[in-house]
């Protein structure tokens, strides 16, 4: 038995479309579910801990990382199964476990791939499943939000550096990573990841493995704004962590704090000014 969550307001309306093809080529397939619509922020969460306390085998999010992250949230700890059909703009965390684009693809994979275990993480004991992260990525999300209106993937992600570039300033953080060491001064950016992309394919943590056990902590220091560019195909080749202002660590937990900190949590914006991450082995199960 297998139970979608749709979140309809999705990809610009066009997860409610994905939806109904989905729900004719299940039927096709003598496949039974049953699917069900987020009228509000957290329903996913609301309507996966039903359907995992009904016993329903897999649970899908039909919807883009936002409803992935509530679902999974609400699916975490128990023994039923998350499913993804990918209708977002960014769709980030089905790269790190090469889920496929296409709706149909997608179905198919869920049917014929086993469920398996992957990690999750907390921030401040809140749910997360992909990348966390303050500083000069938060700044491009935030100038994104309105070019994702007219388009989707990478696209609204390029503007958002543009702007993000022109308003740059260094980051005052203090960061703990681990147990042993501790990091005080201005950066560019701390990004903590358990998956592997933001932005809608910008690879922060190439390296991340979302079975692995570890956080990838990437803490870059404050360069000028006018080199900022020259950065930027390193960011977007996912290199960054092999140049000389970035620091790449994976440990378990970290805590990280800043004045006036915007935090990104799976592509939530919070403001939140300190920060403590820990990462939970095998917390969730996937089909992928």
Same mark, same amino acid.
């Given at each position: 038995?297998?139970?979608?969550?749709?979140?309809?307001?999705?990809?610009?309306?066009?997860?409610?479309?994905?939806?109904?093809?989905?729900?004719?080529?299940?039927?096709?397939?003598?496949?039974?579910?049953?699917?069900?619509?987020?009228?509000?922020?957290?329903?996913?969460?609301?309507?996966?801990?039903?359907?995992?306390?009904?016993?329903?085998?897999?649970?899908?999010?039909?919807?883009?990382?936002?409803?992935?992250?509530?679902?999974?949230?609400?699916?975490?700890?128990?023994?039923?199964?998350?499913?993804?059909?990918?209708?977002?703009?960014?769709?980030?965390?089905?790269?790190?476990?090469?889920?496929?684009?296409?709706?149909?693809?997608?179905?198919?994979?869920?049917?014929?791939?086993?469920?398996?275990?992957?990690?999750?993480?907390?921030?401040?004991?809140?749910?997360?499943?992909?990348?966390?992260?303050?500083?000069?990525?938060?700044?491009?999300?935030?100038?994104?939000?309105?070019?994702?209106?007219?388009?989707?993937?990478?696209?609204?992600?390029?503007?958002?550096?543009?702007?993000?570039?022109?308003?740059?300033?260094?980051?005052?953080?203090?960061?703990?990573?681990?147990?042993?060491?501790?990091?005080?001064?201005?950066?560019?950016?701390?990004?903590?990841? %358990?998956?592997?992309?933001?932005?809608?394919? #910008?690879?922060? !943590?190439?390296? *991340?493995?979302?079975? @692995?056990? +570890?956080?990838?902590?990437?803490?870059?220091?404050?360069?000028?704004?006018?080199?900022?560019?020259?950065?930027?195909?390193?960011?977007?080749?996912?290199?960054?962590?092999?140049?000389?202002?970035?620091?790449?660590?994976?440990?378990?937990?970290?805590?990280?704090?800043?004045?006036?900190?915007?935090? %990104?949590?799976?592509?939530?914006?919070?403001? #939140?000014?300190? !920060?403590?991450? *820990?990462?939970?082995? @095998?917390? +969730?199960?996937?089909?992928?």
């Amino acid at each position: 038995m297998i139970e979608i969550i749709v979140n309809p307001a999705a990809g610009n309306g066009r997860a409610k479309v994905i939806a109904e093809e989905v729900t004719r080529y299940l039927t096709e397939k003598n496949i039974e579910h049953t699917m069900v619509y987020t009228e509000h922020p957290d329903h996913a969460t609301e309507l996966a801990k039903d359907a995992a306390a009904r016993g329903i085998e897999t649970v899908v999010a039909l919807g883009g990382d936002g409803t992935v992250t509530e679902v999974a949230r609400g699916l975490a700890h128990t023994g039923t199964a998350l499913g993804i059909i990918p209708s977002g703009t960014g769709n980030d965390f089905i790269k790190a476990i090469n889920i496929p684009r296409s709706w149909r693809d997608a179905v198919d994979f869920i049917l014929t791939h086993p469920a398996r275990e992957v990690n999750t993480g907390t921030m401040n004991d809140r749910f997360f499943m992909n990348a966390c992260g303050a500083g000069f990525d938060v700044m491009v999300l935030d100038y994104s939000i309105e070019a994702k209106k007219h388009c989707s993937g990478i696209w609204p992600y390029f503007y958002g550096i543009i702007r993000a570039i022109k308003n740059y300033k260094p980051f005052r953080m203090h960061v703990e990573v681990g147990d042993d060491l501790v990091l005080d001064g201005e950066y560019m950016l701390c990004s903590i990841a %358990n998956g592997q992309y933001i932005g809608g394919g #910008i690879p922060i !943590a190439r390296q *991340a493995d979302v079975t @692995d056990g +570890l956080l990838d902590v990437l803490v870059v220091d404050a360069v000028p704004r006018w080199k900022i560019p020259f950065y930027l195909p390193a960011i977007m080749l996912g290199t960054l962590p092999k140049l000389k202002p970035a620091h790449l660590y994976r440990v378990q937990r970290c805590r990280l704090s800043s004045p006036g900190m915007r935090l %990104n949590l799976d592509g939530e914006v919070l403001p #939140i000014e300190d !920060a403590s991450f *820990a990462l939970k082995a @095998d917390a +969730l199960k996937i089909h992928w």
